[in-house]
C-alpha cells in the first residue's frame, strides 16, 4: 500500500502541485516576471549542461550498433505520437478547447523521457545499453524536430511566438548548445557530476519547478483558472490515458511482431510510449508566447504523472515474470 500511494504522490509531484498553487495564490508580475525569466533560463541551460556531461559515449557506442530497436522507438516517439495527435485534436479542442488541444498535440511531439526510460527498462529487466542510447538520440533529435513537428501540426497564428528556423535556432541556441558543451567538458567534469547526482537531480528538478511557476504565472494573470474547468480537467486527464494506452499497445505489438527478443520488446516499450517532461517543460518555454505557455504545458504534466503511475506497475510485472522464470528454471534444473 505504500509502495502504490509513493507511485501517487512522489515528492516531485507534490512539489508541481505546490508550485502551481503558489503561481495561482501568488504569481510573478512585471519586473519579477522578467527576472523569474532570465533565471528560469539560465537554469535551463545549467540543466541540458548538465546532461551534456552525465551522457556517457561509451553507453552510446554500446547501444547503437542495435539501428533496428532505435529507428522503432524513434518512429513511435516522432511519428506514430504525432498521428494520434492531429488525428484526436478536433476532439479534444471540442472537448477542452483549442489552447488545451494545442498543448495536447506539443505533447504528442516531443522526445522520449531518459532517465525514467533507463529505470523502467532496468527494472523490468530489459535492454538498459539500448535504452541509454534510444532515449539519448530521442531526447537529442527532439531539439530539432519537436519544433519542426508543431509548426506543421499547430496553428500558431497567435499561439507560437516564432518561426520554425527561429525557433529551432531558439532552442539550439539555449538547450543544444549548453549539451554540446556539457559534452566536451565531461572530460573533465564527468566523474564529478556522476558522483553527485544529487545535486544534478536538484537543478533537474528546480528548472522545472521554475519553468512552472513562471509559465502558471502568466497564465494566471491571463486568466488560466477561468478557461480550465474541473470538467476540463477529467476530459484531459481522460485522453492523456487513452494516448497512452494506445502507445503502450502500439509499441508492445510492434515489438513482438517485429520478431524482438523479450529484453528489446521491455525496451522498445518503455522508451517508445512516453513523453519528457524535463525537455517538454523548456522547449514550450522557447515556442510559446509567456501567456499560453500555461495552458500548453498543463496536457504535459498530467500525462508524464499518468506515464510514471502506469510504467511502474508495468516495471513491476515484467519483474515479477522474470523471477518467477528463474525460480522455475532453478526448480526444474534441482
Known amino acids: 500500500m505504500r509502495q502504490q500511494l509513493a507511485l501517487l504522490f512522489d515528492r516531485f509531484t507534490i512539489a508541481l502541485i505546490i508550485t502551481v498553487i503558489v ?4 504569481p510573478c508580475r512585471g519586473e519579477t516576471a522578467h527576472v523569474f525569466g532570465i533565471v528560469t533560463s539560465l ?4 540543466l541540458f549542461f548538465l546532461h551534456g556531461a552525465k551522457l556517457s559515449r561509451e553507453a552510446i557506442i554500446a547501444g547503437i550498433t542495435h539501428w533496428r530497436l532505435h529507428l522503432l522507438v524513434l518512429a513511435c516517439t516522432f511519428v506514430l505520437f504525432p498521428v494520434l495527435g492531429l488525428l484526436s485534436k478536433p476532439l479534444v479542442a471540442a472537448l477542452v478547447g483549442v489552447p488545451l488541444a ?5 505533447l504528442c511531439t516531443l522526445p522520449s523521457t531518459v532517465q525514467s526510460s533507463i529505470a523502467f527498462t ?7 545499453p539500448a535504452a541509454v542510447c534510444a532515449a539519448s538520440a530521442s531526447s537529442l533529435l527532439g531539439i530539432f524536430l519537436t519544433p519542426l513537428l508543431v509548426s506543421l501540426l499547430v496553428h500558431t497564428g497567435g499561439d507560437a511566438n516564432a518561426s520554425p528556423g527561429s525557433a529551432v535556432r531558439d532552442i539550439v541556441l539555449q538547450l543544444f548548445v549548453p549539451f554540446v558543451a556539457g559534452q566536451i567538458m565531461r572530460r573533465w ?39 480550465v474547468t474541473v470538467v476540463t480537467l477529467t476530459w484531459l486527464v481522460v485522453f492523456c490515458c487513452v494516448l497512452l494506452a494506445i502507445a503502450l499497445a502500439a509499441t508492445a505489438q510492434l515489438g513482438l511482431r517485429l ?64 523471477d518467477a522464470a528463474a525460480a522455475s528454471e532453478e526448480k526444474e534444473a534441482d
Open 189 to 227: 567534469i564527468g566523474g564529478w557530476v556522476d558522483s553527485h547526482k544529487k545535486i544534478t537531480g536538484i537543478v533537474d528538478r528546480g528548472s522545472i519547478l521554475l519553468v512552472v511557476y513562471t509559465a502558471f504565472s502568466a497564465a494566471v494573470v491571463e486568466g488560466l483558472w477561468h478557461q
Open 43 to 46: 537554469a535551463i541551460a545549467l
Open 259 to 322: 520478431g524482438f527478443n523479450r529484453a528489446d520488446r521491455i525496451t522498445i516499450l518503455f522508451c517508445g510510449s512516453k513523453k519528457s517532461l524535463a525537455s517538454g517543460v523548456p522547449m514550450a518555454n522557447v515556442l510559446f508566447t509567456p501567456a499560453t505557455v500555461g495552458l500548453a504545458v498543463l496536457p504535459l504534466m498530467l500525462f508524464h504523472q499518468i506515464q510514471l503511475m502506469v510504467c511502474a506497475v508495468i516495471a513491476q510485472r515484467y519483474a515479477r515474470q522474470d
Open 102 to 106: 494545442t498543448g495536447f498535440v506539443f
Open 122 to 128: 532496468s527494472m523490468a529487466r530489459g535492454n538498459v
Open 23 to 26: 503561481a495561482s495564490v501568488l
